[in-house]
């Protein structure tokens, strides 16, 4: 068995990035960039007035109460062609150019209009409530990095910028195949030692919160040609995601009909609990991830495995250093060989502190735990029996 760490490497290695698609900014949402986003424009383009008032010299009104004679009218998207000069004003809206010769604003609360005059009731020093040029970003600046995920508020950025249309990865293709005999799809007859399957639509469901998109393959039953020809139709996806058939039963047939096709396998079984009967390798181009059957173990390694793939697929820089922390609801024993990933609710203490509390029953089976979970609480291999109020390290449950 490898450990998490080192079947995680080999698995994030085993990816290049998908090509690029140029689409819509409205479609842009979720989308992972494949080119840096760089601004067309200056914003603002000019010194723009952040306030309602009037635009005058700072030097004028540095000894209020001073009477101003007003020369022009500057509305948002207007502009004042004339030069204010000493004594004079302009009335100006938000986002309006600041007219040549001014260099400050003041408020409008802080006036008082008096026909084609004004009485200024408030210093100003220079720059007061003037938005410089540039102040937002400058032509040719990097606004968003290749590898993003756009975000709403990228999106804003983007649309500032002037780009009505970006370059982003195309969506993976993940082909995902679940295997047994005991297993049927939701709402289909059961037999008498049938259950339904989660897999399938859990594992769809997780790779399109990821940014790929899901090619369900269906159920393959333990019969080698019915297998072989579900695998066969996964040809041309970036990625084969299997569950179950890969441990050692007589009916894991998932590694034997692969065989046929040419399979190389890299590794498996991982030292980590639930999740150990996992394989990973490949047959031609196809990188082929075989994940557990059971429910809860599928999951886990879709996480830990199946997320930092897709990402390496969409080309997101990989995360590293030290997880989030949390600290211990209840004592936990000591742990064996394996890096075990309990599922756990968070709470916040009285000092503001996230307190995990680890469920009692950790079966893989056990479906209605993960959903109740807020996090997965991580136990190193050989851990030493942990106390309540221990630092922990867990990884918070987002998708």
Aim: with cysteine; proline share 8%; glycine share 12%.
């Amino acid at each position: 068995m490898i450990s998490v760490a080192e079947a995680l490497t080999r698995i994030t290695a085993a990816f290049e990035p998908v090509p690029g698609e140029t689409v819509a900014l409205s479609e842009g949402l979720g989308r992972v960039l494949a080119a840096d986003v760089t601004a067309r424009l200056t914003q603002p383009p000019a010194a723009v007035s952040a306030m309602d008032g009037y635009a005058v010299r700072a030097a004028d009104v540095a000894d209020p109460p001073v009477r101003l004679r007003v020369v022009g009218h500057v509305p948002a998207g207007g502009v004042y062609e004339g030069t204010i000069g000493p004594g004079q004003a302009a009335r100006i809206f938000t986002g309006a150019p600041v007219p040549a010769g001014a260099d400050a604003i003041v408020i409008q609360e802080d006036t008082e209009a008096d026909g084609d005059h004004v009485l200024i009731k408030a210093a100003a020093a220079q720059g007061r409530y003037i938005r410089p040029a540039g102040l937002d970003f400058r032509a040719g600046e990097v606004g968003l990095r290749a590898g993003q995920r756009l975000g709403p508020r990228d999106i804003g950025l983007a649309a500032a910028m002037n780009w009505p249309w970006l370059r982003v990865r195309r969506r993976p293709r993940v082909a995902i195949l679940s295997t047994g005999d005991e297993i049927v799809l939701p709402g289909e007859p059961l037999g008498r030692s049938q259950i339904v399957s989660s897999n399938g639509p859990a594992l769809a469901a997780f790779v399109t919160a990821c940014g790929a998109q899901p090619q369900h393959l269906g159920i393959a039953t333990d019969d080698r040609a019915a297998l072989a020809a579900l695998v066969a139709e996964a040809e041309g996806a970036d990625l084969l995601v299997t569950t179950g058939g890969v441990s050692v039963g007589e009916h894991d047939l998932v590694r034997e009909v692969l065989g046929t096709r040419g399979f190389d396998l890299d590794f498996w079984k991982i030292a980590m609990r639930p999740g150990k009967p996992l394989m990973f390798g490949r047959i031609g181009t196809t990188p082929i991830l075989g994940l557990p059957g059971n429910p809860v173990s599928a999951l886990v390694c879709a996480i830990l495995f199946l997320g930092p793939a897709i990402d390496a697929l969409l080309g997101v820089p990989a995360t590293s250093g030290p997880g989030e922390r949390a600290y211990l609801g209840r004592d936990l024993p000591a742990n064996d060989h394996r890096q075990e990933y309990l599922r756990a609710r968070l709470d916040i203490d009285s000092a503001g502190r996230r307190i995990a509390m680890p469920f009692e029953r950790q079966d893989s089976s056990m479906l209605a735990t993960l959903a109740r979970a807020d996090c997965l609480v991580v136990r190193p291999p050989h851990a030493a029996p942990a106390k309540a109020g221990e630092a922990i390290e867990i990884i918070p449950l987002s998708i």
